[in-house]
Each structure stands twice: as structure tokens, then as C-alpha cells.
């Protein structure tokens, strides 16, 4: 039997625009330019693939959905705590005190409120789901999926004084839920790629991005459609740890990974000797 705080002299000031959720694709078309007429008569495919969107699942996800996309605040903890400061108990007929409580659950708070004749209340800062703090899981996809590392946005939630998830909670909500469904969006992104190569001739080209003198990310991009279709991380301690053997590895993981599926013919590459020494 557990009762709200009167929120009645409380105003809410709600926004006047909402944004429509986008759906971002996995892999982003580089700059449209003017190819090659040798280039465009191997593979003839268009260069936007709308079909890679998948906003028409959305519809199985409405609950989940309207809690990514409600409006969220920083609130002084404090001012939260005022609001439920009761002198006595709020339940009518009862005239006992009323202690409150509250926890921090990362970027959530949790007040709990009772009252020595047994009558208690709660108020969450979060919705859950399965379990789980809606605004923590939002918290940690949002930093994976922005680019950004742990490192620094934790540093700037300190500077903020901004009560904050774990580095442990973040690696477990990475491992358990993001990196799987990412790896499933980007596994489907590349069947449905493939299907317009299937039994063409492919030209690729690549490139590699170092990250630090430790590791690197290679891509391999079809020409015509401008489309990352493969991708490879290599580490230094997969090649002995020598840093100039990365770039090779991973070129040559992801080239027999690709050419697995696809009839690739020729591969155009920077002006390293990694290609020329495959």
C-alpha cells in the first residue's frame, strides 16, 4: 500500500520538440564520387541500400523505445531529497514520523520512506528493464556506441560530481548485451550486402587505422557501392609482438574471410609494402 509524495506544487516545465528516432546504418558510404567506367562495368550496384534499415522492428520494441527516448535531467540530489523531507507520515490519519532513505544505483537514485506503523513508499529515478536500471543500461550503451571510452566520460561524470556506473558494470553490460547485438546487426548487414556481389567480380579497396603502436583496425570497402564490407583487429601480441606485422595479418585475415563469399579480383591499397609483400 505504498503511496506517492504530493507532487501537486511541483511544475514541470515539458519541451515543445521532440525528435523522431534515426536509425543509423553500421556502415557509412564514403563520399560520393565519379568512378571509373572500368571500375563501374565489374559490379553495377547502386550506392544507397535502403533496405539495411531495420526501424520497421521498432514496433516490437515500443516500451523499450519510449524509455531510450524519454527526456532525462541532472537533478541536485538535495533539492530530490527536500521533496520528500515529510514532517509526519503522508498516509491520512496517521500522525507518526516518517524516516527517509536513499541509495545510488549509478546514475539512479532510489529514496525509500516509512513510518513507525509500518506505512512505506518508493520513488526510482529509472524505469526497469528486465531488471536492470533503464537509465544505467542507457548510460553505458551510449558511451560504446558514441566512440567514446570509459576513462573519459567517468572522468567528466567526477568533475560534474555526478553519481556514475562502474568500470565493472560497464564491461559486463558490453560483454553480455551490446557487443552481441552489434555483432548480429553488422553479420546481417553483410549477408544482405553480399547478395548484390554474389557471382560478380569484386574490386576492393583498404586501409587501416592505428589506434596505438599496440593495435589496429583494418577495412576493406567496395569500390563502386563505397560500402565497408569486411573488417579486421589485430593486436600486437597476434603477431609476436611486432607491430609492423599487424597491418599484414589483419589484411590477410580479412582477404580470405572475404574472398570466402566474394569473387574479388583486385584490391587497391595505400602506398605501404604490406599489399605488395602478400
Known amino acids: 500500500n505504498s503511496q506517492q509524495p504530493d507532487m501537486s506544487s511541483i511544475t514541470e516545465e515539458s519541451t515543445t520538440s521532440s525528435e523522431q528516432p534515426r536509425a543509423a546504418d553500421a556502415v557509412i558510404p564514403s563520399s560520393a564520387q565519379q568512378q571509373p567506367s572500368t571500375a563501374a562495368a565489374v559490379t553495377e550496384v547502386p550506392v544507397s541500400y535502403p533496405y539495411l534499415s531495420r526501424l ?22 538535495d533539492l530530490l ?13 496517521c500522525k507518526n514520523d516518517c524516516t527517509v532513505k536513499h541509495h545510488l544505483l549509478g546514475p539512479s537514485v532510489m529514496i525509500n520512506w516509512t513510518c513507525s ?25 551510449s558511451i560504446l556506441l558514441s566512440g567514446n571510452n570509459f576513462a573519459k566520460i567517468e572522468k567528466m561524470a567526477k568533475f560534474l560530481g555526478l553519481s556514475f556506473i562502474s568500470e565493472s558494470t560497464f564491461y ?55 560500402y565497408i564490407i569486411e573488417l579486421e583487429v589485430r593486436d600486437k601480441r597476434h603477431v609476436g609482438l611486432t607491430s609492423a606485422n599487424m597491418e599484414k595479418a589483419a589484411l590477410q585475415n580479412a582477404l580470405q574471410r572475404l574472398r570466402a563469399t566474394l569473387n574479388v579480383v583486385e584490391i587497391v591499397t595505400d602506398a605501404s609494402t604490406t599489399g605488395t609483400n602478400l
Open 172 to 226: 559486463r553490460l558490453q560483454r553480455l548485451y551490446f557487443v552481441p547485438d552489434i555483432n548480429e546487426w553488422w553479420t546481417w548487414q553483410q549477408e544482405q550486402i553480399f547478395e548484390q556481389f554474389c557471382c560478380k567480380e569484386v574490386l576492393v579497396c583498404g586501409s587501416c587505422v592505428w589506434h596505438t603502436a599496440k593495435n589496429l583496425c583494418y577495412f576493406l570497402m567496395e569500390l563502386v557501392s563505397g
Open 81 to 93: 531529497l527536500d521533496v520528500f523531507e515529510f514532517k509526519t507520515c503522508h498516509k491520512p490519519g
Open 117 to 141: 506503523s509500518g506505512h512505506k513508499g518508493r520513488f526510482e529515478s529509472s524505469r526497469d528493464v528486465n531488471e536492470l536500471k533503464s537509465n544505467n543500461l542507457q548510460t553505458a550503451a
Open 56 to 77: 520497421e522492428e521498432q514496433h516490437h520494441y515500443k516500451e523499450e523505445m519510449h524509455f531510450a527516448n524519454e527526456r532525462k535531467v541532472i537533478c541536485t540530489l
